[in-house]
C-alpha cells in the first residue's frame, strides 16, 4: 500500500520561501502520478502542481506558475515543492497524493488514491 508524508511546512513572510517534501513508499509500478493539492477550510481542495514519473512531466496551476517547482528524486522516491516569493493568498494545508492511472496525471481529484496527511504553511503580509 502506498503511503505519503509530507514535511517542511513553515511560517515565513510575504516574498519567502519554502520547500515541502513528500515521501512515498510502497509503491508497485514504476510510473505513476504524484500531485500537490492545497485546502483552505471552508474551501476545495486545489491541485497545485503535479509530476508524472513516466515522462518527467510537470504542470502548475496558473497562480503559481513562475513561483513554484516541482521535482521529483526518483532514487529516493520523494516529490518536491519548491515555493518562491510566497503570497498571503498560498497559506493553505498542503498535501501530496498519488495515482496510478496511465499515461499522465488525472485530471479527476478523485483518481487520486493516496494522501499523505498535509502540512501547513502560514504565509503574513
Known amino acids: 500500500r502506498v503511503q505519503l508524508s509530507e514535511s517542511g511546512g513553515g511560517s515565513v513572510q510575504a516574498g519567502g520561501s519554502l520547500t515541502l517534501s513528500c515521501v512515498g513508499s510502497g509503491y508497485t509500478r514504476k510510473e505513476y502520478c504524484t500531485a500537490w493539492f492545497r485546502q483552505v477550510s471552508g474551501k476545495e481542495r486545489e491541485r497545485v502542481a503535479d509530476?508524472?514519473?513516466?515522462?518527467?512531466?510537470?504542470h502548475y496551476v496558473d497562480s503559481v506558475k513562475g513561483r513554484f517547482t516541482t521535482f521529483y528524486d526518483d532514487a529516493k522516491t520523494t516529490l518536491y515543492l519548491t515555493m518562491n516569493d510566497l503570497k498571503p493568498e498560498d497559506s493553505a494545508t498542503y498535501y501530496c497524493?498519488?495515482?496510478?492511472?496511465?499515461?499522465?496525471?488525472?485530471?479527476?481529484?478523485?483518481?487520486?488514491?493516496?494522501w499523505g496527511q498535509g502540512t501547513q504553511v502560514t504565509v503574513s503580509s
Open positions: 509530476f508524472y514519473t513516466g515522462t518527467s512531466d510537470a
Open positions: 497524493a498519488s495515482s496510478y492511472s496511465n499515461p499522465g496525471c488525472p485530471d479527476n481529484v478523485r483518481a487520486f488514491g493516496y
